[in-house]
């Protein structure tokens, strides 16, 4: 009789193990897509783009990228909080998407902690102190002497109300007691434009998204926020190392799901994105001026905790409020 129960069992608890197993190994088998919350040619676009490139090759599935821009990047998050959690819709987000809007805003219509399901960070992207080639100043000490000689009479452009350059930069003026005027932007690109024309005096920019124009010499590099050096800009020195002791400020971009899908896509997807920024999508992360990542779930999810403290912190000091 016990025999009998066992062998009635067995074909099912076998079939439970590999029905995870087998949903893993079909997976996938039609087009994935990673949505984002800022435009084309943005800095999170290009490194999206890089990671769809190089996990379409390893998964052996086209990897489809879709910007949807506004908002600070609150019009893609709410996308792709809404998108099925069926293991083929991805989101890019950022420390400014998933950390800093839940203390940015009161009545945002989705929850980026509660909606979203990590699955790992792909690199820490600091930021960049450049000014007009006009602006009689080459190094941090000299810029923040301007500043303190002209107290609210400079202005500094960013991508927009509560996007990483307008909080990196509130950081800053904390930091070193200086003030500045922000001039928010619709797109970085405008911005950059009319810091080349003079029109605005500085901006704290991502690196990847101005490197080129940072070797071409269209405006003067100050320093960089990340702890050491960048292997790609050697020659710029960081906040650090040019008169700010322990000012540091980079922020990730990472790879989400929407919740609620399932934990083998999850699992699978980790590690596909952990190899290949251990192999040779490391280098290529690293050429754009950021610092390549890689790690856990559990890892990403309790980092995502402790950023939260850590900028909500900033954004009160800032007395920052967006609706």
Not at 81 to 86: E, S, T
């Amino acid at each position: 009789m016990v025999t009998r129960l066992w062998c009635a069992l067995i074909p099912a608890v076998v079939m439970g193990l590999a029905g995870p197993v087998a949903a893993e190994e079909a997976w996938p088998d039609r087009p994935l897509k990673i949505i984002l919350g800022f435009p084309a040619g943005s800095g999170v676009d290009i490194v999206t783009r890089l990671v769809a490139d190089k996990l379409g090759r390893d998964l052996k599935q086209t990897v489809v990228v879709e910007p949807h821009a506004g908002a600070g990047g609150n019009v893609g998050t709410g996308i792709a909080a809404k998108a099925p959690p069926d293991g083929y819709n991805f989101y890019m987000g950022t420390t400014g998407t998933q950390v800093a809007s839940t203390a940015l805003y009161h009545d945002l219509p989705f929850d980026p902690r509660r909606d979203f399901a990590p699955i790992t960070p792909v690199c820490d992207v600091p930021h960049i102190l450049i000014v007009p080639n006009s602006l009689p100043v080459h190094t941090l000490k000299e810029f923040i002497a301007y500043l303190r000689a002209n107290p609210g009479k400079v202005n500094y452009a960013s991508s927009g109300n509560g996007s990483a350059m307008h909080l990196t930069t509130e950081q800053f003026k904390v930091a070193a007691h200086v003030e500045l005027i922000h001039v928010p932007y619709r797109v970085s690109t405008q911005a950059v434009a009319d810091l080349i024309g003079g029109q605005v005096q500085a901006m704290m920019h991502q690196v990847p998204a101005v490197i080129g124009q940072v070797h071409s010499g269209l405006f003067r590099s100050i320093a960089v926020t990340s702890a050491q050096r960048l292997p790609a800009l050697p020659e710029i020195p960081t906040f650090a190392e040019s008169g700010m002791p322990g000012f540091e400020s980079s922020t990730w971009m990472g790879l989400f799901a929407p919740a609620g899908t399932p934990a083998p896509v999850i699992a699978r997807m980790n590690r596909a994105l952990v190899a290949a920024i251990k192999g040779d999508l490391g280098p290529k992360l690293e050429a754009l001026g950021t610092v390549p990542r890689g790690s856990t779930p559990q890892a990403f999810q309790a980092e995502i905790e402790s950023e939260v403290v850590k900028w909500s912190k900033i954004i009160e000091a800032a007395h920052i409020k967006l609706d």
